[in-house]
């Protein structure tokens, strides 16, 4: 449960800035209309010591032209919530963010050499994923896809579960050329995982990291 302590519209958050009586655990934001004058104040809220550790989620739809991951990283948004999610899916994206707060080690990337089933509309294939967090992996592709193509993804993590791990994710970055392979690598934003997939990836960053 969360306790909802301010809520602006777009033109107030923008003008006022985040000015809180008393300071938030999380700040969620509207990105879709995202001013010059609101980022600012996103930076000047961000750049204040006492609001350096509040995370900071955008909420946004995610553009034909892809996601701007750098800029995002830095006016320190952590995060993203698509727009077209359903209510459920926000409040596992919270929860998702708060777990990885308590628990950093897990939500770290970390290489890997994982064999993962990929498919979207125009492709099928088995892959690998080359690293892993519960945020995402990046993964390599025979297809040259293109940034926003969603990826219906399937592996299992055999040293700590034998359960199928079933993910929708959205291509946020790749490289145009080929590796030394000769494919593809693309970055991909999972849409959230379920608690208990989340929980299974968490113990492989832990392996991963221990070995």
Same mark, same amino acid.
């Not at 449960?1 to 938030?24: H, K, V």
């Not at 770290?108 to 990929?118: A, G, K, T």
């Given at each position: 449960?969360?306790?909802?302590?301010?809520?602006?519209?777009?033109?107030?958050?923008?003008?006022?800035?985040?000015?809180?009586?008393?300071?938030?655990?999380?700040?969620?934001?509207?990105?879709?209309?995202?001013?010059?004058?609101?980022? *600012?104040? @996103?930076?000047?809220?961000?750049?204040?010591?006492?609001?350096?550790?509040?995370? %900071?989620?955008?909420?946004?739809?995610?553009?034909?032209?892809?996601?701007?991951?750098?800029?995002? =990283? +830095?006016?320190?948004?952590?995060?993203?919530?698509?727009?077209n999610s359903d209510p459920d899916a926000v409040a596992r994206r %919270?929860?998702?963010?708060?777990?990885?707060?308590?628990?950093? *080690?897990?939500?770290?990337?970390?290489?890997?050499?994982?064999?993962?089933?990929?498919?979207?509309?125009?492709? +099928?294939?088995?892959?690998? +994923?080359?690293? @892993?967090?519960?945020?995402?992996?990046?993964?390599?592709?025979?297809?040259?896809?293109?940034?926003?193509?969603?990826?219906?993804? *399937?592996?299992?993590?055999?040293?700590?579960? $034998?359960?199928?791990?079933?993910?929708?994710?959205?291509?946020?970055?790749?490289?145009?050329? =080929?590796?030394?392979? $000769?494919?593809?690598?693309?970055?991909?934003?999972?849409?959230?995982?379920?608690?208990?997939?989340?929980? %299974?990836?968490?113990?492989? %960053?832990? *392996?991963?990291?221990?070995?």
């Open positions: 449960d969360y306790d909802l302590i301010e809520c602006q519209p777009n033109d107030a958050a923008s003008n006022t800035g985040f000015d809180f009586d008393s300071l938030p655990d999380l700040v969620v934001v509207d990105l879709e209309s995202a001013a010059e004058s609101k980022m *600012r104040k @996103i930076r000047e809220f961000r750049g204040s010591r006492r609001n350096r550790r509040i995370p %900071i989620l955008g909420v946004m739809k995610f553009a034909k032209n892809g996601l701007n991951i750098p800029m995002l =990283r +830095a006016h320190g948004i952590v995060g993203l919530i698509d727009y %919270i929860d998702s963010l708060f777990r990885s707060l308590a628990e950093t *080690r897990l939500y770290e990337r970390v290489p890997c050499f994982l064999p993962i089933e990929v498919s979207s509309e125009s492709y +099928a294939g088995n892959e690998y +994923a080359l690293d @892993i967090s519960t945020s995402g992996v990046r993964v390599t592709i025979d297809d040259r896809a293109e940034l926003n193509t969603d990826l219906e993804m *399937r592996f299992r993590l055999p040293m700590v579960s $034998g359960q199928w791990i079933d993910v929708t994710g959205r291509v946020v970055h790749r490289i145009d050329k =080929r590796n030394s392979a $000769g494919r593809y690598e693309v970055g991909v934003f999972f849409y959230s995982l379920a608690k208990d997939s989340q929980m %299974i990836v968490g113990r492989e %960053i832990e *392996r991963l990291l221990a070995d």
